[in-house]
């Protein structure tokens, strides 16, 4: 792509150190927020006290109604050392936030985020002397361009990909207007909204005049080794290669042990960075993740030491004490090779 980066300093930056080592991925903000069991009244605030609909769990509406909070967790990773935040935006974006009648609130909620996260990571920086970059969160909303919703009706859809355009076309511009250093389009479930997002992030690069670095992560939902949508990790990467990615990778569903291989396929013939972010472990009865920091850490310090990745986080059930055990066993692993051009 033609378009120059944004911030070029700051990009070549961020190059020169995944070139000396595995830059680290921050934890879970779901379980983080989860954690703070907090009600119905916290979730409302002052401003939404008077909202028709319920708004318990829906955690990125608390990026205005408990902005401390928020900043709070991006501190807390950033103290174990982490180098990249992710914004609390993973459901808003128009069609997540429909649920909770709140879709208006999209843009809001996304530059808010931006700015709470990029705030967070300059404040670290200035401390620790050590550049940290804001991640601007893009989820899969929770509806599939591919899948029909009705099994009696196998051609329907209750969304179509203009739709899903217009809900990250908004997004990406309230994460961009707010700071963001990074765009990741996140849990992948259904590689055509995939495409949908990443026609959303151009289109508004391309408005702009200048791009910011693309990562992107899909989800393998169970031991198929496949997405939701059908695809073998090595289709997955062929299908969104064309958005030039920074970054590919997969998060969730699945435990760091059970996610190695298909991250090793990936490996293997990706031209770009390769991350992943993992769960602590597979879920109990209870929905619950059990899997210790230490026991995580053992298992995620094969994928820096077989040279896997450049980038390692965590998602389901990961806390900071997670983090700072995989920031301790990955130090003097080397990263994957770098494939990718440096822009100028």
Not at 144 to 163: C, H, L, Q, W
Not at 219 to 231: H, P, V
Not at 284 to 303: K, L, P, R, S
Request: glycine share 8%; hydrophobic share 40%; proline share 4%.
């Amino acid at each position: 792509m033609s378009l120059k980066w944004h911030n070029p300093d700051r990009v070549e930056a961020l190059f020169d150190a995944l070139g000396e080592r595995i830059l680290l991925l921050d934890g879970a903000m779901g379980t983080m927020i989860q954690n703070e069991q907090l009600d119905e009244a916290a979730f409302r605030g002052e401003r939404f006290s008077d909202h028709a609909d319920d708004l318990k769990g829906n955690n990125d509406l608390l990026t205005l109604t408990k902005p401390d909070l928020v900043t709070r967790i991006h501190q807390d990773f950033l103290e174990v050392g982490c180098d990249l935040i992710e914004t609390n935006t993973f459901n808003a974006n128009r069609i997540s936030q429909a649920d909770y009648a709140l879709e208006e609130l999209s843009e809001e909620i996304n530059r808010k985020a931006a700015k709470l996260a990029r705030q967070a990571c300059d404040e670290s920086a200035e401390k620790t002397g050590r550049p940290r970059y804001a991640v601007g969160v893009i989820g899969p909303t929770n509806r599939t361009a591919s899948i029909s919703p009705d099994v009696s009706s196998p051609g329907y859809r209750n969304i179509d990909f203009a739709k899903l355009v217009e809900a990250y076309t908004e997004a990406a511009r309230g994460l961009l207007d707010g700071g963001a250093d990074l765009i990741l389009i996140e849990t992948i479930f259904d590689t055509l909204n995939a495409k949908a997002a990443i026609y959303a992030v151009y289109e508004e690069f391309e408005r702009r005049g200048e791009r910011w670095p693309l990562m992107i992560s899909g989800t393998i939902t169970d031991a198929s080794g496949r997405t939701l949508s059908g695809q073998t990790p090595e289709a997955f990467y062929i299908s969104i290669e064309h958005g030039e990615p920074f970054s590919v990778g997969f998060n969730c569903a699945l435990g760091a042990d059970q996610l190695k291989p298909h991250i090793k396929a990936l490996s293997r013939m990706a031209d770009c960075l390769v991350s992943a972010h993992p769960n602590a472990g597979l879920p109990n009865e209870f929905g619950e993740y059990d899997q210790t920091a230490e026991e995580m850490a053992e298992i995620v310090e094969a994928y820096a030491r077989d040279g896997l990745v450049n980038i390692i986080g965590g998602c389901c059930g990961t806390t900071p004490e997670h983090l700072a055990a995989i920031a301790e066993v990955i130090d003097g692993h080397s990263p994957r090779p770098i494939r990718q051009q440096k822009a100028a």
